[in-house]
C-alpha cells in the first residue's frame, strides 16, 4: 500500500490517498461567488484522490474574510457548479466546506454592520484580515438559545445547496471561533 494507491471512503472510490485540505483563497467574484478562476484553481487539483474546497459560509451572517466563496445564493450555487464540472470532467471527486465564521468576524463584513455573533460574547485575540488591513476583533453578540437552531437550518440548507452545485460530499469547519 502507497500513496497512489486507491482507497475507498465510505461510497467513494479515490483514485490515490492524497486529499487536498481545504485553504482560504479569497477569490471569489461579486456577492461572494466562485467565478472561472475557482473553477481553474480546483480542475488543475483533479489529480488529488479528494478536494475539500475553501471554507464556505452557509449566511451572509458567516462571513469571515472578504472575497469569501458562499453556497447560500442561487449565484453562489451556479458560480460552485463551474467548479465541480470542470472537476469532475478532470476526474475528481470534491467536497464542500461548510462554514460559519462566527466570532472571527468584523461588523465591515457583517449584514448591516452587525456584531458577528458567536456562543458566548468572548472577544477573541488578534484581528480580522480585512481588504484594507488588519482591524483588531470585536466582542461579539452572544447568540440567544432560539437562535442555534437558525444557524442548523443555515448549515442544513449549505449542505442541499452543495448537492445541487454537483458536490460529492461536504465536510463541516469546526474551528477558530
Known sequence: MNLFSSYKLGPYDLKNRMVMAPMTRNRAGRGNS???VNALYYAQ??????IITEA???????LGYPDMPGIYSPEQISGWRLVTDL?????????LQLFHC???SHPSLQPKGAAPVAPSAIKP????????????FVTPRALETE??????EQFRQGAENARE??????????ANG
Open 45 to 50: 487539483r483533479a489529480g488529488a484522490g479528494l
Open 34 to 36: 466562485p467565478q472561472p
Open 165 to 174: 452545485a454537483g458536490f460529492d460530499g461536504v465536510e463541516l469547519h469546526a
Open 56 to 62: 464556505s459560509q452557509v449566511s451572509p451572517q458567516g
Open 87 to 95: 472537476v469532475h470532467k478532470r476526474g475528481g471527486l470534491i467536497f
Open 147 to 152: 437562535e442555534i437552531a437558525g444557524i442548523v
Open 102 to 104: 462566527g466570532r472571527v
Open 125 to 136: 485575540e488578534g484581528g480580522a484580515m480585512l481588504r484594507y488591513g488588519t482591524l483588531a
